[in-house]
């Protein structure tokens, strides 16, 4: 069984700092992605990152995917509270192309 | 329009009474995928379904049914709800030929007293 461990669960901060959160596994995935989830709505996809070492920037979102392709971490610069939300990573090429998501991050960034 | 869209968006029973949740989806997509969300356990599969004639079990699919109307309809029934069945179900479509990617409805928020 394929398992992602997100950390920090928690996250709160304030207005202007910057974070990372991490996503991390003991398997290797063929693909990981970061989903983004706000209050009242479906998680909505930021990111895929696809190979060993690649990084992806999305504004101020920098993706990173780990060069064995079992660890990513996503890093956010001079956060907004628009960026509050929880935060998924998702692992993929599993069977049957099944996703395995991590328990997510919930991140609030205070004004 | 949503592409993904999920009804009822919230719904109160009592146990033992046995409920459908219902997704319809635009996309086009063939493969769709009914989850569980519960805080501090993530998203968890529950059925999904790779054409009309292709239904799968996932992770925790017992206590839960699923049909495939057709392409665009995948209904999550519970037969006999039981408290512990009480969290958000998502819905999600997903197209081969795009990857990976899951597009997600906006959720059914359920609690079972």
């Known amino acids: 069984t394929q398992l992602l461990e997100q950390s920090p669960q928690f996250l709160s901060i304030q207005e202007g700092e910057n974070l990372t959160v991490y996503c991390n596994s003991s398997?290797?995935?063929?693909?990981l992605q970061w989903y983004r989830q706000e209050p009242g709505e479906g998680p909505v996809l930021l990111v895929t990152?696809?190979?060993?070492?690649e990084v992806k920037k999305l504004k101020r979102l920098t993706f990173q995917f780990g060069d064995a392709r079992k660890d990513s971490s996503l890093h956010i610069t001079a956060a907004q509270p628009g960026d509050t939300g929880l935060y998924l990573c998702?692992?993929?090429?599993?069977?049957?192309?099944?996703?395995?998501f991590g328990k997510g991050t919930l991140l609030t960034v205070n004004p | 329009d949503a592409d993904v869209t999920q009804t009822p968006r919230n719904r109160i029973t009592k146990t033992g009474k046995r409920i459908m949740l219902e997704c319809s989806q635009t996309?086009?997509?063939?493969?769709m995928y009914w989850y569980r969300q519960d805080p501090g356990l993530g998203l968890r599969l529950i059925y999904y379904?790779?054409?009309?004639?292709?239904?799968n079990k996932g992770e925790i699919s017992d206590g839960y049914s699923v049909s495939r109307q057709a392409q665009a309809k995948f209904s999550l029934s519970l037969e006999s709800a039981i408290p512990n069945q009480t969290a958000l179900y998502f819905c999600?479509?997903?197209?081969?030929?795009?990857?990976?990617?899951?597009?997600f409805g906006p959720g059914t928020r359920l609690l079972v007293l």
């Open positions: 999600a479509t997903s197209d081969p030929w795009q990857g990976e990617t899951q597009y």
């Open positions: 379904s790779f054409d009309v004639k292709d239904i």
């Open positions: 398997s290797v995935f063929s693909s």
């Open positions: 990152v696809v190979t060993g070492g």
């Open positions: 998702a692992g993929g090429g599993g069977s049957n192309y099944k996703l395995t």
């Open positions: 996309k086009g997509h063939d493969r």
